[in-house]
Nanobody, 121 residues
Framework: QVQLVESGGGLVQAGGSLRLSCAASGLTFSSRAMGWFRQAPGKEREFVSGISWSGGSISYADSVTGRFTISRDNAKNTVYLQMNTLKPEDTGVYYC??????????????WGQGTQVTVSS
């Protein structure tokens, strides 16, 4: 059974930083692309960032480019999202997602429960 467990969310002031972690089990982590999504209150879930199995290919939403950094440690079955210069519009529940294949595609088949990020102005 695939499990993705996010951690690291919290309340931070605008301009601050947070680092999210997602620990994966029950899947061949090193052969899967991984991603981060978020959902703000009253809005649909949106793509934030994706990373290929090796970390050699990375994608970001325009809204977070230059502020967020995705990375992974295949030895620890963990993917990270470093979030800097946070803005109130970054507020939402952040979800870790497991891709269907090793490279980045729009298909994510495994999901965590989410971690809340709240950015105050």
């Amino acid at each position: 059974q695939v499990q993705l467990v996010e951690s690291g969310g919290g309340l931070v002031q605008a301009g601050g930083s947070l680092r999210l972690s997602c620990a994966a089990s029950g899947l061949t982590f090193s052969s899967r692309a991984m991603g981060w999504f978020r959902q703000a209150p009253g809005k649909e879930r949106e793509f934030v960032s994706g990373i290929s199995w090796s970390g050699g290919s990375i994608s970001y939403a325009d809204s977070v480019t230059g502020r967020f950094t995705i990375s992974r440690d295949n030895a620890k079955n963990t993917v990270y999202l470093q979030m800097n210069t946070l803005k109130p519009e970054d507020t939402g529940v952040y979800y870790c997602a497991g891709g269907l294949v090793s490279y980045i595609t729009p298909q994510y088949v495994s999901w965590g429960q989410g971690t809340q990020v709240t950015v105050s102005s």
